[in-house]
């Protein structure tokens, strides 16, 4: 005997697409709220919205996200220089790499760090978080992860940012490489989003009671066998990185652009 679902999701693929608008105007809107409220802001002045997002995105539990609003509000742990440099070095390489394997086709590839540049067919950006992608209007953002690490809250982020890119996630030690594709995921952001500013509402309306849960991620994050990492990255890198190409080229060939093999 079957049972049928008696709980239907209020949203679909045809109705999502508005609604993402109006929710990611919503968090906007929410953001500054708790900036205020708790003081988020960086040096020059702006609310720290990334914070914020991740920390909505990331606890259930409101008691858990005041305390990540008040006791890590002045950013992140330190990270180690190590993990920084092999980042950038990543960065590096696969902007190189990709701009090469780009221009085998009747391209215009272009590549740069700056967000002013002129006509182009594909260009790659380098940026923080990794490298973006853009050609024909397409959009793919390949995230760049040195460590075993690995937040939910941090992608679904990106893909909030931009919806209809393909994200690409590179776990360089790991020798791992998948895809997330926005337009596939509408329906689940705007469940994600929908949650987020149910919890902020409630921090907004008043302090919540107390919890026993501890922030386990509060120490700084130091290599203790550089060795070991080097050796693991510097293989995974060389690795994986065809694959990263090729997911790349896959996705954009996928998107409507002539890539060649």
Same mark, same amino acid.
């Given at each position: 005997?079957?049972? @049928?679902?008696?709980?239907?999701?209020?949203?679909?693929?045809?109705?999502?697409?508005?609604?993402?608008?109006?929710?990611?105007?919503?968090?906007?809107?929410?953001? +500054?709220?708790?900036?205020?409220?708790? /003081?988020?802001?960086?040096g020059?002045?702006?609310?720290?919205?990334a914070?914020?997002?991740?920390?909505?995105?990331?606890?259930?539990?409101?008691?858990?996200?005041?305390?990540?609003? @008040?006791?890590?509000?002045? &950013?992140?742990?330190?990270?180690?220089?190590?993990?920084?440099?092999?980042?950038?070095?990543?960065?590096?390489?696969? @902007?190189?790499?990709?701009?090469?394997?780009? +221009?085998? &086709?009747?391209?215009?590839?272009?590549?740069?760090?700056?967000?002013?540049?002129?006509?182009?067919?594909?260009?790659?950006?380098?940026? /923080?978080? /990794?490298?973006?992608?853009?050609? +024909? &209007?397409?959009?793919?953002?390949?995230?760049?992860? @040195? /460590?075993?690490?690995?937040?939910?809250?941090?992608?679904?982020?990106?893909?909030?940012?931009?919806?209809?890119?393909?994200?690409?996630?590179?776990?360089?030690?790991?020798?791992?490489?998948?895809?997330?594709?926005g337009?596939?995921?509408?329906?689940?952001?705007?469940?994600?989003?929908s949650?987020?500013?149910?919890?902020?509402?409630?921090?907004? +309306?008043?302090?919540?009671?107390?919890?026993n849960?501890?922030?386990?991620?509060?120490?700084?994050?130091?290599?203790?066998?550089?060795?070991?990492?080097?050796?693991?990255?510097?293989?995974?890198?060389?690795?994986?990185?065809?694959?990263?190409?090729?997911?790349?080229?896959?996705?954009?060939?996928?998107?409507?652009?002539?890539?060649?093999?």
């Amino acid at each position: 005997m079957e049972l @049928t679902p008696s709980f239907k999701l209020p949203i679909d693929a045809q109705t999502c697409a508005g609604l993402l608008d109006y929710l990611k105007d919503s968090l906007d809107d929410i953001c +500054n709220q708790l900036a205020d409220k708790f /003081g988020l802001y960086d040096g020059a002045g702006k609310p720290r919205k990334a914070f914020i997002m991740d920390g909505l995105f990331r606890f259930s539990c409101p008691s858990c996200l005041y305390k990540f609003f @008040t006791q890590m509000r002045m &950013g992140s742990p330190s990270v180690d220089a190590l993990y920084m440099e092999m980042h950038r070095f990543a960065v590096n390489i696969l @902007t190189g790499v990709l701009a090469h394997a780009l +221009n085998g &086709g009747e391209h215009d590839v272009y590549c740069e760090d700056s967000h002013a540049f002129g006509r182009f067919d594909v260009a790659i950006k380098p940026a /923080g978080f /990794g490298a973006m992608v853009e050609a +024909n &209007g397409a959009c793919i953002v390949v995230e760049v992860k @040195t /460590g075993r690490s690995l937040s939910f809250a941090q992608l679904f982020r990106y893909l909030l940012q931009h919806r209809d890119a393909t994200l690409v996630v590179w776990r360089v030690p790991m020798r791992q490489v998948f895809a997330l594709k926005g337009e596939r995921l509408r329906v689940l952001l705007c469940l994600y989003v929908s949650t987020a500013l149910a919890r902020a509402l409630k921090l907004l +309306n008043g302090e919540p009671a107390t919890c026993n849960h501890k922030l386990s991620d509060c120490e700084a994050s130091a290599a203790s066998e550089p060795q070991k990492l080097l050796d693991e990255f510097c293989k995974g890198l060389v690795e994986s990185l065809p694959r990263v190409v090729s997911v790349v080229s896959e996705s954009l060939r996928g998107m409507g652009c002539h890539v060649s093999q």
